[in-house]
């Protein structure tokens, strides 16, 4: 029988490819996920697959899972600066209680288990490049502290249930990793900066932009966590692409392949590393792995991506404005019985965030294959959505979209796309209000 594994945080950007990964090697995978940062479409690919499963959980709750599994992969987590900081409560939960919940899973299936942790944990490093040995720099109260403690907390956990409950355990340390189904618009360098270049728009660069990341193809990364789940030992492994390129560099690179950019530069952020980059010694010793994809070949899948996604966003936004139309004329008669809602109450947000008239509001057409829709848009938007996208006006866009009869998605963009928050359940999403 093949063997099963359990994905944390499945629908997530790197855990997607890992998904992919597994089955294609003959594994049955279960994703556990509560699509708080992760979306559908990065495992919509995967539905009719007879060998994957999908449970909508949070992991942070505990829960139960039938059947054997023989590896627990604990992926669950926010994991972008934007991401995170707008979930500083769920990170914590899922970087303490998610690894607790998981670690006992994997002890009571007496199935292997791997944790994804993050270069994060080194904090502004003073040691260059990072070994596994080096035992960070981080802030236990500054504006990454949820993220790099809930991480650091984790990996304690990890030693902890192996030691005192005999689990099989392998901690990943992972650095930069960039590649298709990256969130776009979530404060990450790569997906920025080339958003920003599809788009036309100046290039944000903080600080001087003589500050270095290194970065790592998706599939490079995902190589590495398969021989440190197969052949590694329990202690760390550094997981990254130790080439080093300043974000200048990057901007050079983006411009080499998308056209002409322009830049602007912006003050550093706090807490932001001046340096990252892996000493991958031990995983290349040990296990034989060294990354292979140069970054300017991955930049070329990662920017197909993303300029395919931004253009169905387009499309997406065009259907919808075909469905607004539609109930633009029900909402001038009254909008009594349609089903559309009041423009009042919690959805007030949206006419405070826009300072412009609602145009317009759909409800129950089936949309895409999102199945139904509410959203609200203004008018002079030109794009939307990439499963959601925000472009050129100053305003929030609020949708949700139902399936299996609930509400599963609200969410709230600034004029950058940037998602400033999101809920999984409608109640909680009409309740908040965009700023
Ligand atoms: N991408 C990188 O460069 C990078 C670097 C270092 C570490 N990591 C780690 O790898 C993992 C995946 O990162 P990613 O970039 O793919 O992020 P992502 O946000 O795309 O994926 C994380 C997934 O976890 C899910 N999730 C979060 N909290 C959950 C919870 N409580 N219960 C169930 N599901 C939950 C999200 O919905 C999402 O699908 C994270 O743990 C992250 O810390 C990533």
């Not at 960070?136 to 993220?147: A, E, L, M, T």
């Not at 607004?324 to 965030?353: H, M, Q, R, Y």
């Not at 938007?381 to 050129?392: C, F, H, I, S």
Request: glycine share 8%; aromatic share 8%.
């Amino acid at each position: 029988m093949a063997k099963r594994v359990l994905i944390s945080g499945g629908a997530g950007f790197v855990p997607s490819h890992l998904c992919d990964r597994f089955l294609a090697d003959g594994w049955q995978v279960l994703a556990v996920d509560n699509f708080c940062t992760g979306r559908r479409s990065n495992i919509a690919h995967l539905a009719e697959n007879p060998n994957f499963e999908l449970m909508e959980q949070d992991v942070s709750t505990a829960f139960t899972v039938a059947g054997p599994l023989a590896a627990v992969l604990h992926f669950a987590s926010p994991a972008s600066p934007v991401d995170y900081m707008k979930l500083p409560i769920e990170t914590l939960q899922v970087g303490s209680l998610g690894t607790m919940n998981l670690l006992e899973i994997a002890r009571e299936k007496q199935a292997r288990f791997l944790m994804a942790s993050t270069s994060e944990i080194y904090g502004d490093p003073l040691e260059h490049p990072q070994r596994e040995s080096y035992l960070g720099n981080v802030s236990s109260i500054g504006p990454r502290s949820v993220y790099d403690e809930a991480k650091r907390f984790s990996e304690a956990a990890v030693m902890g249930w192996r030691n005192a409950r005999g689990v099989d355990t392998k901690i990943i340390r992972i650095f930069n990793t960039y590649g298709p189904r990256m969130k776009s618009g979530d404060g990450r360098v790569v997906s920025n900066f080339i958003v920003q270049a599809l788009r036309g728009e100046k290039l944000t660069v903080y600080g001087d932009g003589q500050q270095t990341r290194s970065f790592c193809y998706v599939s490079d990364l995902v190589d590495g966590i398969v021989r440190v789940l197969e052949n590694g030992d329990h202690m760390p492994y550094n997981l990254g692409n130790p080439g080093e390129f300043t974000m200048l560099e990057l901007v050079q690179e983006i411009a080499k392949q998308v056209g002409n950019v322009d830049v602007q530069f912006l003050p550093l952020p706090k807490d932001d590393p001046t340096r990252r980059k892996p000493d991958i010694t031990r995983a290349s010793r040990d296990l034989g792995w060294t990354p292979k994809v140069p970054l300017q070949q991955g930049l070329v899948a990662m920017i197909a991506d993303l300029r395919a996604r931004l253009a169905n966003g387009d499309a997406e936004m065009r259907a919808m404005l075909a469905l607004g139309a539609i109930a633009l004329s029900c909402l001038a008669t009254g909008c009594k019985n349609d089903g559309c809602p009041p423009l009042a109450g919690p959805w007030k947000g949206f006419e405070k965030v826009s300072g412009f008239d609602v145009e317009c509001c759909a409800k129950e057409n089936t949309f895409a294959k999102h199945g139904h829709y509410i959203a609200y848009f203004h008018k002079t938007r030109k794009k939307a959505m990439e499963g959601v996208y925000v472009d050129d006006v100053r305003t929030g866009l609020w949708h949700a979209w139902k399936k299996s009869g609930t509400y599963d998605l609200g969410a709230c963009y600034d004029d950058k796309g940037i998602e400033l928050w999101r809920e999984s359940d409608e109640a909680k999403a009409k309740a908040r209000a965009c700023p």
